[in-house]
């Protein structure tokens, strides 16, 4: 069982940054692939990021890729997601979750993919 709980959201001007955290229970987290997504107010579930459980993988959104850094620190059961220069579409509710993939893939840009899940933390970027 494990359960991720975010934090690190908030409101930010445009420009700013802001680093999102994943914490999560239960002491086999290291063996999870971990992906964070967010959703906007009437817009789809989003894929933003995802990161492989030996911290040598990493995927990013091609509306976040060289301003987005995805990380992880096993030992304090944490995965970080720091996004720069943020933008005010950049503005929804941003969760994290975990699944442990097999097979010839490593992550999933659908978070139903994934078995755990969080319950989002906000994020408002102002002009």
């Known amino acids: 069982q494990v359960e991720l709980v975010e934090s690190g959201g908030g409101l930010v001007q445009a420009g700013g940054s802001l680093r999102l955290s994943c914490l999560a229970s239960?002491?086999?987290?290291?063996?999870?692939?971990v992906g964070w997504f967010r959703q906007a107010p009437g817009k789809e579930r989003e894929f933003v990021a995802a990161?492989?459980?030996?911290?040598?993988?990493?995927s990013y959104a091609d509306s976040v890729a060289g301003r987005c850094t995805i990380s992880r620190d096993n030992a304090k059961s944490t995965v970080y997601l720091r996004i720069n220069t943020l933008k005010p579409e950049d503005t929804a509710v941003y969760f994290c979750a975990a699944q442990i993939f097999d097979g010839s893939r490593w992550y999933s840009r659908d978070s139903f993919d994934y078995f755990y899940r969080g319950q989002g933390t906000q994020v408002t970027v102002s002009s």
């Open positions: 239960g002491r086999t987290f290291s063996s999870y692939d």
């Open positions: 990161i492989d459980r030996r911290d040598s993988s990493f």
